[in-house]
T-cell receptor, first 112, second 114 residues
Framework: SQKIEQNSEALNIQEGKTATLTCNYT??????LQWYRQDPGRGPVFLLLIRENEKEKRKERLKVTFDTTLKQSLFHITASQPADSATYLC???????????FGKGTTLSVSS | DAGITQSPRHKVTETGTPVTLRCHQTENHRYMYWYRQDPGHGLRLIHYSYGVKDTDKGEVSDGYSVSRSKTEDFLLTLESATSSQTSVYFC?????????????FGSGTRLTVV
């Protein structure tokens, strides 16, 4: 069955460094992949999506790559700040094409 | 979150009682979703709707029902609450039904079944 795995439950980095989060998927070939941010006690917030024919997408300090051969997406936050501390979720459409399925998330902590 | 509200924000209920959670949107989006979020499981789809009176089951639909009589409201009902339904419930809306549209989530309802 379709699976999404975010390899690290937690990632701790120092302010100013680049954070890299990984999302792997199996048994599926999605046309799009999305990334969300979730703060404690809040709902996820959509950050960006990348299409299968896009190798890379950028938005301010965020960069996402999508490698359909490796079945992997990497999410980078450059010049990280303590305010970037949150849980980041990747998502793709389920095989039925009806709704998003989500990875369990990686909790990023940026220390000053 | 702008355009989508969930009520109540918190609820404690007893085992065996019916509970209804409400999701209200002002965006006029066709697609609405209910997810639950639990430690170790992440977000899991309960039910979704692709229009008024058009709903279908997600991966964890047992014990839940939904109704959508108006575009703006999507109700989730636990017919007879059980402790395993203690969770945080999120509603989401989407302009389109495919993954080239991001979802907008509500702030969630924390439900405790005692």
């Amino acid at each position: 069955s379709q699976k999404i795995e975010q390899n690290s439950e937690a990632l701790n980095i120092q302010e100013g460094k680049t954070a890299t989060l990984t999302c792997n998927y199996t048994n599926y070939s999605p046309a799009y992949l999305q990334w969300y941010r979730q703060d404690p006690g809040r709902g996820p917030v959509f950050l960006l999506l990348i299409r299968e024919n896009e190798k890379e997408k950028r938005k301010e300090r965020l960069k996402v790559t999508f490698d359909t051969t490796l079945k992997q997406s990497l999410f980078h936050i450059t010049a990280s700040q303590p305010a970037d501390s949150a849980t980041y979720l990747c998502a793709l459409l389920n095989q039925a094409g009806t709704a998003l399925i989500f990875g369990k998330g990686t909790t990023l902590s940026v220390s000053s | 979150d702008a355009g989508i509200t969930q009520s109540p924000r918190h609820k404690v209920t007893e085992t065996g009682t019916p509970v209804t959670l409400r999701c209200h949107q002002t965006e006029n989006h066709r697609y609405m979703y209910w997810y639950r979020q639990d430690p170790g499981h992440g977000l899991r789809l309960i039910h979704y709707s692709y229009g008024v009176k058009d709903t279908d089951k997600g991966e964890v639909s047992d014990g839940y029902s939904v109704s959508r009589s108006k575009t703006e409201d999507f109700l989730l009902t636990l017919e007879s609450a059980t402790s395993s339904q203690t969770s945080v419930y999120f509603c989401a809306i989407s302009e389109g039904g495919t993954a080239n549209y991001g979802y907008t989530f509500g702030s969630g309802t924390r439900l405790t079944v005692v």
